[in-house]
Protein backbone atom coordinates (compact mmCIF):
# COMPACT_ATOMS: atom_id res chain seq x y z
CA UNK A 1 0.00 0.00 0.00
CA UNK A 2 2.88 2.14 -0.79
CA UNK A 3 1.92 5.91 -1.70
CA UNK A 4 5.06 7.05 -3.82
CA UNK A 5 7.60 3.82 -4.80
CA UNK A 6 10.41 4.34 -6.20
CA UNK A 7 12.79 2.02 -7.71
CA UNK A 8 15.49 0.95 -7.25
CA UNK A 9 16.60 2.23 -3.96
CA UNK A 10 19.91 1.76 -4.35
CA UNK A 11 22.16 2.41 -8.10
CA UNK A 12 25.58 2.04 -8.68
CA UNK A 13 27.08 2.38 -11.98
CA UNK A 14 30.30 3.32 -13.82
CA UNK A 15 30.64 6.81 -15.47
CA UNK A 16 29.28 7.15 -19.15
CA UNK A 17 26.43 4.60 -18.39
CA UNK A 18 23.07 4.98 -18.90
CA UNK A 19 20.22 4.61 -16.24
CA UNK A 20 16.58 4.94 -15.51
CA UNK A 21 14.61 5.28 -12.10
CA UNK A 22 11.09 4.38 -11.30
CA UNK A 23 8.61 6.07 -9.81
CA UNK A 24 5.09 5.50 -9.15
CA UNK A 25 2.32 6.60 -6.91
CA UNK A 26 -1.19 5.27 -6.23
CA UNK A 27 -3.13 8.41 -4.88
CA UNK A 28 -4.79 9.77 -7.72
CA UNK A 29 -2.34 13.09 -7.45
CA UNK A 30 -1.96 14.51 -10.76
CA UNK A 31 1.29 16.09 -10.19
CA UNK A 32 4.46 14.21 -9.76
CA UNK A 33 7.67 15.77 -9.18
CA UNK A 34 11.46 14.27 -8.71
CA UNK A 35 14.29 16.60 -6.37
CA UNK A 36 17.49 15.96 -6.52
CA UNK A 37 19.57 15.66 -2.62
CA UNK A 38 22.72 16.44 -3.13
CA UNK A 39 25.61 15.57 -0.42
CA UNK A 40 24.82 18.77 1.51
CA UNK A 41 21.12 17.79 2.14
CA UNK A 42 19.99 20.08 -0.18
CA UNK A 43 16.71 19.60 -2.21
CA UNK A 44 15.86 20.68 -5.17
CA UNK A 45 13.44 20.87 -7.79
CA UNK A 46 14.03 19.43 -11.34
CA UNK A 47 11.30 18.14 -13.18
CA UNK A 48 7.50 18.38 -12.19
CA UNK A 49 4.50 16.94 -14.14
CA UNK A 50 0.83 17.64 -14.38
CA UNK A 51 -1.41 15.09 -15.68
CA UNK A 52 1.73 13.78 -18.34
CA UNK A 53 2.25 17.50 -19.44
CA UNK A 54 5.84 18.91 -18.25
CA UNK A 55 5.40 21.98 -16.52
CA UNK A 56 8.63 23.00 -14.99
CA UNK A 57 12.16 21.93 -15.93
CA UNK A 58 14.97 22.95 -14.03
CA UNK A 59 18.08 23.76 -15.96
CA UNK A 60 19.04 20.52 -15.67
CA UNK A 61 21.65 18.76 -18.52
CA UNK A 62 20.22 17.48 -21.27
CA UNK A 63 21.16 14.11 -19.84
CA UNK A 64 18.26 13.74 -17.88
CA UNK A 65 14.99 13.28 -19.30
CA UNK A 66 11.85 12.59 -17.84
CA UNK A 67 8.78 10.39 -19.19
CA UNK A 68 5.73 10.01 -17.80
CA UNK A 69 3.65 7.37 -19.70
CA UNK A 70 0.86 8.20 -17.65
CA UNK A 71 -0.25 10.56 -14.47
CA UNK A 72 0.60 7.55 -12.09
CA UNK A 73 4.59 7.28 -13.19
CA UNK A 74 7.39 9.45 -13.94
CA UNK A 75 10.47 7.91 -14.65
CA UNK A 76 13.50 9.78 -14.65
CA UNK A 77 16.36 8.44 -17.33
CA UNK A 78 19.58 9.70 -17.20
CA UNK A 79 22.55 9.21 -19.99
CA UNK A 80 26.31 9.46 -19.73
CA UNK A 81 26.21 9.21 -15.98
CA UNK A 82 28.65 11.72 -14.32
CA UNK A 83 30.48 11.95 -11.03
CA UNK A 84 28.26 15.10 -9.86
CA UNK A 85 25.79 12.94 -10.85
CA UNK A 86 25.84 10.92 -7.55
CA UNK A 87 22.99 12.02 -4.97
CA UNK A 88 19.40 11.04 -3.85
CA UNK A 89 16.91 11.35 -6.17
CA UNK A 90 13.45 11.72 -4.84
CA UNK A 91 9.89 11.51 -6.84
CA UNK A 92 7.30 12.78 -5.09
CA UNK A 93 3.23 13.56 -6.17
CA UNK A 94 0.49 15.83 -5.06
CA UNK A 95 -2.56 17.03 -6.02
CA UNK A 96 -4.13 20.10 -7.56
CA UNK A 97 -0.64 21.72 -7.62
CA UNK A 98 -0.40 25.48 -6.42
CA UNK A 99 -3.41 25.01 -3.69
CA UNK A 100 -0.76 23.97 -1.24
CA UNK A 101 -1.64 20.62 -0.68
CA UNK A 102 1.38 18.94 1.21
CA UNK A 103 3.69 16.65 -1.17
CA UNK A 104 4.11 12.98 -0.40
CA UNK A 105 7.71 11.88 -1.31
CA UNK A 106 8.97 8.62 -2.04
CA UNK A 107 11.97 7.21 -0.16
CA UNK A 108 14.82 8.24 -2.91
CA UNK A 109 17.17 6.39 -4.66
CA UNK A 110 20.97 6.89 -3.95
CA UNK A 111 23.09 7.28 -7.02
CA UNK A 112 26.67 6.48 -6.85
CA UNK A 113 28.54 6.90 -9.73
CA UNK A 114 32.23 5.61 -10.04
CA UNK B 1 17.78 36.68 -5.78
CA UNK B 2 15.66 34.40 -3.84
CA UNK B 3 16.80 32.42 -0.85
CA UNK B 4 15.04 30.23 1.92
CA UNK B 5 17.52 30.45 5.03
CA UNK B 6 17.03 27.76 7.85
CA UNK B 7 19.51 27.84 10.80
CA UNK B 8 22.35 25.40 9.12
CA UNK B 9 23.63 24.20 12.80
CA UNK B 10 22.28 21.61 14.74
CA UNK B 11 19.70 22.29 17.97
CA UNK B 12 19.95 20.10 20.83
CA UNK B 13 17.23 20.88 23.41
CA UNK B 14 16.33 18.31 26.72
CA UNK B 15 13.65 16.01 26.46
CA UNK B 16 10.37 18.02 27.30
CA UNK B 17 11.47 21.30 26.69
CA UNK B 18 10.00 23.60 23.47
CA UNK B 19 12.14 23.39 20.61
CA UNK B 20 11.84 26.56 18.23
CA UNK B 21 12.92 26.06 14.51
CA UNK B 22 13.51 29.37 12.22
CA UNK B 23 12.51 29.76 8.45
CA UNK B 24 13.37 33.19 6.87
CA UNK B 25 12.61 34.00 3.05
CA UNK B 26 13.45 36.92 0.67
CA UNK B 27 12.15 38.47 -2.15
CA UNK B 28 9.40 35.74 -2.46
CA UNK B 29 5.58 36.69 -1.82
CA UNK B 30 4.59 32.77 -0.88
CA UNK B 31 0.89 32.47 -0.74
CA UNK B 32 1.66 29.60 1.46
CA UNK B 33 4.70 27.59 3.61
CA UNK B 34 4.78 23.85 4.55
CA UNK B 35 6.91 22.37 6.68
CA UNK B 36 8.32 18.80 6.76
CA UNK B 37 10.52 16.17 8.52
CA UNK B 38 12.59 14.04 7.05
CA UNK B 39 14.55 11.15 8.88
CA UNK B 40 18.14 10.44 7.42
CA UNK B 41 18.08 8.04 4.28
CA UNK B 42 14.08 8.59 4.06
CA UNK B 43 12.18 11.09 2.36
CA UNK B 44 10.13 14.19 3.46
CA UNK B 45 7.01 14.20 5.49
CA UNK B 46 4.90 16.44 5.21
CA UNK B 47 4.07 18.46 8.59
CA UNK B 48 2.13 21.66 8.25
CA UNK B 49 0.64 24.17 5.71
CA UNK B 50 0.36 27.68 6.90
CA UNK B 51 -1.41 29.96 4.46
CA UNK B 52 -0.22 33.73 3.99
CA UNK B 53 -3.67 35.07 5.34
CA UNK B 54 -2.90 32.83 8.68
CA UNK B 55 -0.73 33.64 11.59
CA UNK B 56 -0.85 30.41 13.40
CA UNK B 57 -1.76 26.97 12.46
CA UNK B 58 -1.37 24.31 15.37
CA UNK B 59 -1.54 20.26 15.15
CA UNK B 60 -1.38 18.24 18.04
CA UNK B 61 2.12 19.37 19.92
CA UNK B 62 2.65 21.21 16.28
CA UNK B 63 2.58 25.07 16.10
CA UNK B 64 3.84 27.02 12.82
CA UNK B 65 3.74 30.40 12.83
CA UNK B 66 3.60 33.00 9.70
CA UNK B 67 4.68 36.24 9.51
CA UNK B 68 4.47 38.03 6.16
CA UNK B 69 6.08 41.42 7.13
CA UNK B 70 8.87 39.96 8.54
CA UNK B 71 9.25 36.91 5.69
CA UNK B 72 9.73 34.40 8.96
CA UNK B 73 7.98 31.22 9.82
CA UNK B 74 8.78 29.67 13.36
CA UNK B 75 7.80 26.04 13.91
CA UNK B 76 7.60 24.96 17.42
CA UNK B 77 7.28 21.45 18.78
CA UNK B 78 6.28 21.63 22.77
CA UNK B 79 6.65 18.49 24.83
CA UNK B 80 9.45 17.60 22.56
CA UNK B 81 10.68 13.89 22.81
CA UNK B 82 13.77 11.71 21.36
CA UNK B 83 11.60 11.22 18.62
CA UNK B 84 10.97 14.13 17.36
CA UNK B 85 15.08 13.98 16.08
CA UNK B 86 15.38 14.61 12.74
CA UNK B 87 16.02 17.40 9.93
CA UNK B 88 13.02 19.69 9.83
CA UNK B 89 12.55 21.76 6.48
CA UNK B 90 10.63 24.64 5.68
CA UNK B 91 9.09 24.83 1.64
CA UNK B 92 7.55 27.48 -0.17
CA UNK B 93 5.54 28.17 -3.68
CA UNK B 94 7.38 30.91 -5.24
CA UNK B 95 4.39 32.68 -7.04
CA UNK B 96 3.47 30.86 -10.22
CA UNK B 97 6.18 28.78 -10.18
CA UNK B 98 3.96 25.51 -9.34
CA UNK B 99 7.03 23.92 -7.11
CA UNK B 100 8.18 23.62 -3.52
CA UNK B 101 11.53 25.60 -3.31
CA UNK B 102 12.91 23.85 -0.03
CA UNK B 103 15.58 25.62 2.77
CA UNK B 104 18.15 23.49 3.73
CA UNK B 105 16.60 21.88 6.94
CA UNK B 106 18.03 22.04 11.04
CA UNK B 107 18.48 18.97 12.47
CA UNK B 108 16.84 18.54 15.64
CA UNK B 109 18.43 16.36 18.55
CA UNK B 110 16.27 16.06 21.64
CA UNK B 111 18.18 14.54 24.86
CA UNK B 112 16.29 11.97 27.00
Known amino acids: DTAVSQTPKYLVTQMGNDKSIKCEQNLGHDTMYWYKQDSKKFLKIMFS???????INETVPNRFSPKSPDKAHLNLHINSLELGDSAVYFCASSQEVGTGNGYTFGSGTRLTVV | SQKIEQNSEALNIQEGKTATLTCNYTNYSPAYLQWYRQDPGRGPVFLLLIRENEKEKRKERLKVTFDTTLKQSLFHITASQPADSATYLCALDPTGRRALTFGSGTRLQVQP
Open chain 1, 49 to 55: YNNKELI
